[in-house]
């Protein structure tokens, strides 16, 4: 039944039963408060808040999202749940200021500001809902605009990078952000090509990808617009910014027992939150000591053994999962924990 409310809505959420389960672990702890919050930090067509939402009847779910148009369909498909459900619009790293909000309005309980968050769902990436609406320009299959911002309000667009920044900073972005083996001789070509005319659409960013790219590289690894496409959209949303600043934020805000959840589709992002996962369940004892100091014990622990991927038979469902990778932790102590980050009225 969820998975065709999924597809009902043209989002199938990538291993729905798996987060559901992991984010879970978090609200069945000894230490969840009998009314759990749980942040779905990437919100998108509202697939994940929906199984969270059936699947843990007591929990209240926060669904943050920076594109109103993704906002306005979630609640609209959420409707249902009432007061369960509650939408935010901020960049995923105002998690706090979030959290401070809706509970200063009232939308949420204000004893958030004592128990914490239960858990947290952080599915990184374009969501499949911005794919498929071609005026944001997102997909390189079909022609249109240089866009790809994923909140229409902001000034950077993907053509205002290719017909403004320099050769040094276009290369620099196209290797950094989309491991491109010709960033060089694609930022020769996009500079050559704007002194003819500004780049508008994205059909002629494909064909001069198509014209520098040589063939023998382009029958392997993909289409040969799928790397500079992602760097574009991770320097117009300053995506791994947002994510190396939500780590620290979100995991402050789990109780003892919460569990927190990140998705990865691409290694620079993937390389971000196992960094930052190893840092947290990292002992601050001197190695050879045969147990922990007191209060240098680790804050977290893994839930996940390495990077989960989705089976073979989800990916056959859903093609978007075969390259997600998800890492998952929970609070096992209170080590440096002052409090949860929400200042008082």
Known sequence: MAQRNGQEHGHVPVMRDRMVELVGMGVRSEQAPARPIIVDGT????????AFLEEIPTAIVIGLDRDPNALAEAEARLARFGERFV????????????????????????TVRETGISGFLFDLGV?????????????YSVDAPL?????????????EILNTYSHGDIARILKTYGDERFAGKIASAI????????????ARLVELLYSVIPAASRRTGGHPAKRTFQALRI?????????????????????LGGAGVFMSYQSLEDKIVKKALAELTSSMTPAGLPMDLPGAEAEFSLLTRGAEKATAEEIELNSRAAPVRVRAATRVSTRGHEGFPIPPR
Do not use: Y
């Open 43 to 50: 919100l998108g067509a509202g697939g994940h808040t929906e």
């Open 87 to 110: 939408a935010f619009r901020c960049r995923f790293d105002g998690i706090s200021d979030a959290i401070s909000t809706l509970a200063a309005e009232g939308a949420i309980p204000e």
């Open 127 to 139: 969501s499949s809902m911005q794919l498929d609406q071609t005026p944001r320009g997102f997909a």
């Open 147 to 159: 866009d790809m911002r994923m909140d229409p309000e902001t000034p950077l667009t993907a053509a």
């Open 191 to 202: 500079v050559r090509e704007r002194e003819k005319e500004p780049f508008t659409n994205s």
């Open 235 to 255: 320097e117009v949303n300053a995506e791994l910014e947002a994510l190396e600043n939500v780590i620290p934020a979100a995991t402050s805000w789990l109780h």
